[in-house]
């Protein structure tokens, strides 16, 4: 029961890096989402793809770009990565958007832009 | 989605209920509320949701007002592996495309 599996799990970056982070889902879900949380924060919707094929913009996506790859994986790419992209970002993903019920969410990735 | 407004931290003793209320006052019809937390640097873990009736599951039981204006997460008997931050969430997923809005939550701290 892998669920939604990230990679990497941590990161340091220099400033104007980039770097891609990976997301997989196992559930056959169709919707996906990238959030991130800064410390002491709760968690931002960078972007999300309702379904396969789609992508839109959450609150937060200056800085990013994501790719639906296929239905299983969602990535989120920093361009040129700055120090206020530093955070722990976290993948999830829902079987439909019109479902009410519980999403499953990854165990992060650590990311310290320097 | 409806802007819901929590204590910023509890403290329970192990073995007790813990009751985390959460206020919604501004809740539409279609809305859901929602309980999720966070244990330490994990993602977070669905508990549950309701829209009108009580609900509970093997984790807790959510106890929604006849206004719907609030409700209360009960975690019957707290343990030390409890202590997380909890977070409510006012959500309508058929029109929100899935774009769940987390607050600051709830601090529960459990105590032996």
């Known amino acids: 029961n892998a669920g939604v599996t990230q990679t990497p799990k941590f990161q340091v970056l220099k400033t104007g890096q980039s770097m891609t982070l990976q997301c997989a889902q196992d559930?056959?879900?169709?919707?996906m989402y990238w959030y991130r949380q800064d410390p002491g924060m709760g968690l931002r919707l960078i972007y999300y793809s309702a379904s396969e094929g789609t992508t839109d913009k959450g609150e937060v996506p200056n800085g990013y770009n994501v790719s639906r790859l296929n239905k299983r994986e969602f990535s989120l790419r920093l361009e040129s990565a700055a120090p206020s992209q530093t955070s722990v970002y976290f993948c999830?993903?829902?079987?439909?958007?019109?479902?009410?019920?519980?999403?499953?969410f990854g165990s992060g990735t650590r990311l310290t832009v320097v | 989605d409806a802007k819901t407004t929590q204590p910023p931290s509890m403290d329970c003793a192990e073995g007790r209920a813990a009751n985390l209320p959460c206020n919604h006052s501004?809740?539409?019809?279609?809305?859901?509320v929602y309980w999720y937390r966070q244990i330490h640097s994990q993602g977070p873990q669905y508990i549950i949701h309701g829209l009108k009736n009580n609900e509970t599951n093997e984790m807790a039981s959510l106890i929604i007002t006849e206004d719907r204006k609030s409700s209360t997460l009960i975690l019957p008997h707290a343990t030390l592996r409890d202590t997380a931050v909890y977070y409510c969430?006012?959500?309508?997923?058929?029109?929100?495309?899935?774009?769940?809005?987390f607050g600051q939550g709830t601090i529960l701290t459990v105590h032996p």
């Open positions: 501004t809740i539409s019809g279609n809305e859901y």
């Open positions: 559930m056959n879900h169709n919707s």
């Open positions: 969430i006012a959500f309508a997923g058929g029109t929100s495309y899935g774009k769940l809005t």
């Open positions: 999830a993903s829902s079987d439909r958007p019109g479902a009410n019920y519980g999403y499953t």
